[in-house]
């Protein structure tokens, strides 16, 4: 690997404390279903899911993508991003809107959960800014960057839809029907948000974990186009409970297939693997169990636009909703990590050595039996919680949690022990 001047590197705390309070999240998340299957079960508009669903949305996916976009962006990304006393201000904004906005919903004080929601909201644009103004001069094609600064977008609207929401809860002044603004809120972080996100830094990123010939030119932006088009109609059609929903749901589909194309398109021409990498990577597995599970949910989607509301709906919604989040997001999340952390303490430990070395490879930082059994384990939870909270059979609901929460609890080991030598100077 090149070396990278100091001033260049990622910063070295802020990434660990987003990464940290992420890994904490997911594992509350988990426990508190594995302790309480029936709790979280039937239908899932209560206060305890919303709570979880947060932790996993909130918690985990978004605060990991703010850590990593730190990390990626001197790495992947060819933008430094300093942490700056505004960026802990930021996190500190997160963190504490994270734990807020969980605890009151799961003591049912909505105007506190809407105050919390705020709060994180606004350490997300804290951040946001930050980075989107250091994009800007920034070589990086101007494809990958619509697809973070539309996303960055994207969670401004949903942020304040939440926070609108959460005031409702106690003052009544939104028109429409409740649930449809739920999914119209859920749609846009999840598809707008988290998934854009993900698109455009995994344009940069999947090639470094493949790897493979970097994907370029003006092709990249039909992804940015179509998802934003499919998205900001879904959350009107879907507010407004319009019957043209299955149009906008057919445009992210497209996005999702204009990306996918990509990554075949990057499979179809692999680079030669660096010394040290050994086969079957347990990230490639992550992410190709993830792209499995978007596919499971885009199809679960399409069905569910065109479907009249029922029973039968409300339970694919429920199964829609674990494989689009938990398996394909969340999912996404663990395998990104599992490259990227060995990457940062790499750049970190080589630094430590005044650039001089020897250090540790990346490949052979992580313990690689414990990342094999995190994906066994995820491999089984996913379908098992998705189809245990569809048919409310609470013994899989249960089974599902403490797998995951088993995996998440393993994946916490295996980071600890990566990050460990960003930190020391090897001998």
């Given at each position: 690997m090149p070396s990278t001047p100091r001033t260049q590197l990622p910063p070295r705390l802020l990434p660990i404390l987003y990464f940290g309070?992420?890994?904490?999240?997911?594992?509350?998340a988990f426990a508190a279903v594995a302790l309480d299957p029936r709790g979280v079960s039937g239908?899932?508009?209560?206060?305890?899911?919303?709570?979880?669903?947060?932790?996993?949305?909130?918690?985990?996916?978004?605060?990991?993508?703010?850590?990593?976009?730190?990390?990626?962006?001197?790495?992947?990304?060819?933008?430094?991003?300093?942490a700056t006393w505004l960026d802990y201000a930021a996190f500190g904004l997160v963190i504490t809107g994270v734990v807020g906005m969980v605890a009151h919903f799961w003591i049912q004080d909505?105007?506190?959960?809407?105050?919390?929601?705020?709060?994180?909201?606004?350490?997300?644009?804290?951040?946001?800014s930050n980075i989107v103004r250091r994009l800007r001069g920034a070589s990086l094609p101007r494809a990958v960057s619509a697809h973070i600064v539309l996303a960055f977008v994207n969670v401004l609207g949903a942020a304040t839809m939440g926070v609108l929401m959460g005031f409702d809860k106690v003052h009544h002044f939104l028109p429409g029907f409740v649930i449809a603004n739920v999914f119209a809120h859920a749609h846009l972080a999840a598809i707008g948000w988290a998934s854009m996100m993900v698109v455009g830094v995994a344009y940069r990123l999947l090639p470094m974990v493949l790897p493979a010939e970097m994907p370029k030119g003006a092709r990249l932006w039909t992804s940015a186009i179509l998802l934003q088009a499919g998205v900001s109609g879904l959350f009107v059609a879907l507010l407004f409970r319009s019957r043209f929903v299955w149009i906008f749901a057919l445009t992210v589909v497209a996005g999702f297939g204009a990306f996918l194309w990509q990554v075949i398109w990057m499979l179809r021409r692999p680079r030669p693997r660096p010394p040290g990498l050994r086969t079957p990577d347990p990230a490639v597995l992550h992410a190709g169990a993830s792209f499995v599970s978007l596919v499971i949910a885009s199809g679960l989607g399409i069905w569910l636009a065109f479907a009249?509301?029922?029973?039968?709906?409300?339970?694919?919604?429920?199964?829609?909703?674990?494989?689009?989040?938990?398996?394909?997001?969340?999912?996404?999340?663990?395998?990104?990590?599992?490259?990227?952390?060995?990457?940062?303490?790499?750049?970190?430990?080589?630094?430590?050595?005044?650039?001089?070395?020897?250090?540790?490879?990346p490949h052979e930082m992580p313990w690689r039996r414990g990342q094999e059994l995190v994906f066994v384990l995820w491999l089984f939870g996913v379908p098992a919680l998705a189809g245990g909270l569809a048919f409310d059979a609470v013994p899989f609901v249960s089974a599902a949690a403490w797998c995951l929460l088993a995996?998440?609890?393993?994946?916490?080991?295996?980071?600890?022990?990566?990050?460990?030598?960003?930190?020391?100077?090897?001998?």
């Open positions: 309070t992420a890994h904490v999240a997911l594992a509350v239908f899932f508009y209560h206060a305890r899911m919303l709570g979880v669903v947060h932790l996993v949305t909130l918690g985990w996916i978004t605060s990991s993508i703010l850590g990593a976009l730190y990390i990626v962006g001197p790495i992947a990304l060819r933008v430094w991003l300093p909505y105007a506190g959960m809407a105050w919390s929601a705020a709060t994180v909201g606004t350490g997300i644009m804290v951040a946001g009249e509301l029922s029973p039968a709906t409300l339970r694919i919604a429920v199964a829609y909703g674990v494989f689009g989040l938990v398996g394909f997001l969340a999912q996404m999340v663990v395998g990104m990590e599992g490259r990227l952390l060995p990457i940062f303490a790499w750049y970190w430990a080589y630094a430590n050595t005044g650039y001089k070395g020897p250090v540790l490879s995996a998440t609890l393993l994946n916490t080991a295996n980071a600890a022990r990566i990050l460990r030598h960003a930190w020391r100077t090897p001998v």
